[in-house]
């Protein structure tokens, strides 16, 4: 069955950086894209981009510029999201999420990791 | 940008009732438009798709409809695990897609 295991929770200091680890089982990693979704404590949900997982090729919403940074790891079937100059308005929930199969590249997210908080706080 | 509006903001229903949720687009979206649930600590699930398609394993009483700008989210008869919030989601404008600020079903 498909899954997104993403790493723990995350206390960070600002100014420091974090990285947030979103690990598949279940599927062929690279047929499809993987999103990422920022949920600011009770807030809505907010897209970040994608990343092409054939290509690794990234596209950052507006707002996710600079600072933020999408990676994969093919070999294990794992996405990453790094954010560096960590703000305390970055604390947020961070979920990956994949295409929805059928949808080739571009839709809405069928299977999402369990989401990773990370706390900025001096 | 795409700018998604949910109303109402919090929607009070009884259990067994049934519960009508809008969510409107600033712009067409065709039917590129999805409807999640979210309960408090998940992670959000794929309810519709394609404006009107249940996802894989959605029960029948949820339904959606519209096109354009409009939507419509209806849960026929509210059970208890149904209490939530629930988003909608623009997926016409790649990359730019967009999350509606969500509609909270509660107990009344």
């Known amino acids: 069955q498909v899954q997104l295991v993403q790493s723990g929770s995350d206390l960070k200091k600002p100014g420091a950086s974090v990285k947030v680890s979103c690990k598949t089982s279940?599927?062929?990693?690279?047929?499809?894209?993987m999103n990422w979704v920022r949920q600011a404590p009770g807030q809505g949900l907010e897209w970040m981009g994608w990343?092409?997982?054939?290509?690794?090729?990234?596209t950052y919403a507006q707002g996710f510029t600079g600072r933020f940074v999408f990676s994969l790891d093919t070999s294990v079937s794992t996405a990453y999201l790094q954010i560096s100059s960590l703000k305390a308005d970055d604390t947020a929930v961070y979920f990956c999420?994949?295409?929805?199969?059928?949808?080739?590249?571009?839709?809405?997210?069928?299977?999402w990791g369990q989401g990773t908080l990370v706390t900025v706080s001096s | 940008e795409i700018v998604m509006t949910q109303s109402p903001v919090t929607l009070s229903v009884s259990p067994g009732e049934r519960a009508t949720l809008s969510c409107r687009a600033s712009?067409?979206?065709?039917?590129?438009l999805a409807w999640y649930q979210q309960k408090p600590g998940q992670a959000p699930r794929l309810l519709i798709y394609?404006?009107?398609t249940r996802a894989t394993g959605i029960p029948a009483r949820f339904s959606g409809s519209g096109s354009g700008t409009e939507f419509t989210l209806t849960i026929s008869s509210l059970q208890s695990e149904d209490f939530a919030v629930y988003y909608c989601?623009?997926?016409?404008?790649?990359?730019?897609?967009?999350f509606g600020q969500g509609t909270k079903v509660e107990i009344k």
């Open positions: 999420a994949r295409v929805r199969e059928g949808s080739s590249w571009h839709g809405c997210f069928d299977y």
């Open positions: 279940g599927y062929t990693f690279t047929s499809y894209s």
């Open positions: 990343i092409n997982t054939n290509t690794g090729d990234p």
């Open positions: 712009q067409s979206v065709s039917s590129n």
């Open positions: 394609g404006a009107s």
């Open positions: 989601q623009q997926y016409n404008n790649w990359p730019q897609v967009t």
